[in-house]
C-alpha cells in the first residue's frame, strides 16, 4: 500500500513536468494572435493561478493555525516564483532557448546540493547519479552549442539566476505544505508573485492585450499552471525535493517533442539520445524512490 501511494505521487510530479512541457505551444500560440511583454504575460498566467488557487481553498484548507514563520516562507516563495519567471523569459529574450532553459534546469542540482540542509534530507549516491545522467541527456537534447555570441554569456547567467530561485521554490515549498495546503500555497504566493510581476511591464504594454491571446493564456494558466501545479505539490508533500526536481527535467523532454511535432522544429539524433538519458535518470528516481519505500 504506501508503496502504491508513493508510487501514484510520483505519477503526478510526472503528469505536472509532462504538462508544463506544453507552455511553448501555448506561449506561441498567444504571441502569434498578439505578441505581448513577457512581464504582461507572467502577470496573466500569475494572476490567473492565484484565481484558482483561492477558488479552491474553499474546499482545501490545512486545518488550524500557521506560524508567522511559515507566513514568511510564503512571503519569500512570491518573490522567488516571481523571479524565477521573470529571469527566465529575461533569458529567453538575449540568448537562445537551448542555453536559457539549460541553465534554468540546473535547478536539479542546486536542490540536491542544497535538500540535505535545508531540508534534512539524505544525500543519495543513486540520486545524484540521476541527475548526471538526466542533465546531461538534457545538454545533448538542447545541444546548446549552437548559439554563438557574446549575449550567451548573459543570457546563461539569467538562466542560471532563474534556477536559483527555482530551486528555493522547491525548498520553500517543501518547508511550509504542512501549515498549507496546496491550494492555499497557489493562492497566498500569487497575491504577493502577481503585482510583483506587474511592476516589471512596461508603461503602455497593457494596450497590446487581445482577447482571444488572452483566453488562451488562460486557458493555460488553469491547465498547466494551476492544476499542474497542484500535482506537483501534492507528490513534492511526501517525497524527496531531489527527487521531484529531477523528474521536472522531463518538461524540456516533452517540449521538445512538442516542438518537432507541432512547430517543425527539427528532432536530430543527439536530441533523441538526450531525452532517453532524461527518461533514464527519471525511471532510476521512481524505481529507487519506491523501492526505498
Not at 519569500?76 to 529567453?92: E, K, P, S, T
Not at 543519495?124 to 557574446?150: N, R
Not at 517525497?239 to 524540456?252: D, R
Request: aromatic residues 8%; contains cysteine.
Amino acid at each position: 500500500m504506501i508503496r502504491a501511494q508513493r508510487g501514484a505521487r510520483y505519477a503526478c510530479v510526472v503528469l505536472a513536468a509532462c504538462s508544463w512541457g506544453t507552455w511553448p505551444l501555448i506561449l506561441r500560440r498567444a504571441d502569434a494572435i498578439a505578441p505581448m511583454d513577457p512581464a504582461v504575460t507572467s502577470t496573466i498566467v500569475m494572476g490567473v493561478i492565484t484565481l484558482v488557487g483561492f477558488a479552491m481553498t474553499l474546499r482545501d484548507r490545512a486545518p488550524g493555525r500557521a506560524s508567522l514563520r511559515a507566513w514568511g516562507g510564503i512571503a519569500i516563495l512570491g518573490v522567488a516564483d516571481a523571479m524565477n519567471v521573470l529571469l527566465l523569459f529575461w533569458a529567453y529574450r538575449v540568448t537562445s532557448v537551448a542555453i536559457a532553459v539549460l541553465t534554468h534546469y540546473l535547478t536539479p542540482i542546486f536542490v540536491a546540493i542544497a535538500a540535505p540542509f535545508a531540508l534534512g534530507e539524505r544525500w543519495s549516491a543513486k540520486t545524484a547519479a540521476a541527475v548526471a545522467v538526466s542533465f546531461g541527456g538534457l545538454v545533448l537534447l538542447l545541444e546548446p552549442w549552437g548559439a554563438p555570441g557574446a549575449r550567451a554569456w548573459v543570457g546563461a547567467a539569467l538562466g542560471a539566476a532563474s534556477a536559483v530561485f527555482y530551486a528555493t521554490n522547491v525548498i520553500v515549498d517543501k518547508k511550509i505544505l504542512g501549515p498549507f495546503s496546496a491550494s492555499e500555497l497557489l493562492a497566498y504566493h500569487g497575491v504577493i508573485a502577481t503585482p510583483l510581476l506587474a511592476l516589471f511591464a512596461p508603461a503602455g504594454a497593457w494596450r497590446a492585450l487581445d482577447g482571444h491571446a488572452l483566453g488562451i493564456l488562460s486557458v493555460g494558466a488553469v491547465g498547466p499552471g494551476a492544476l499542474a501545479a497542484l500535482l506537483f505539490l501534492f507528490g513534492l508533500r511526501a517525497l524527496p525535493a531531489s527527487h521531484v526536481s529531477t523528474l521536472a527535467l522531463l518538461e524540456p523532454f516533452v517540449a521538445v517533442l512538442l516542438g518537432a511535432a507541432f512547430l517543425s522544429e527539427p528532432l536530430r539524433p543527439l536530441s533523441c539520445l538526450g531525452g532517453a538519458l532524461i527518461l533514464v535518470g527519471a525511471a532510476s528516481v521512481v524505481v529507487n524512490g519506491g523501492s526505498e519505500a
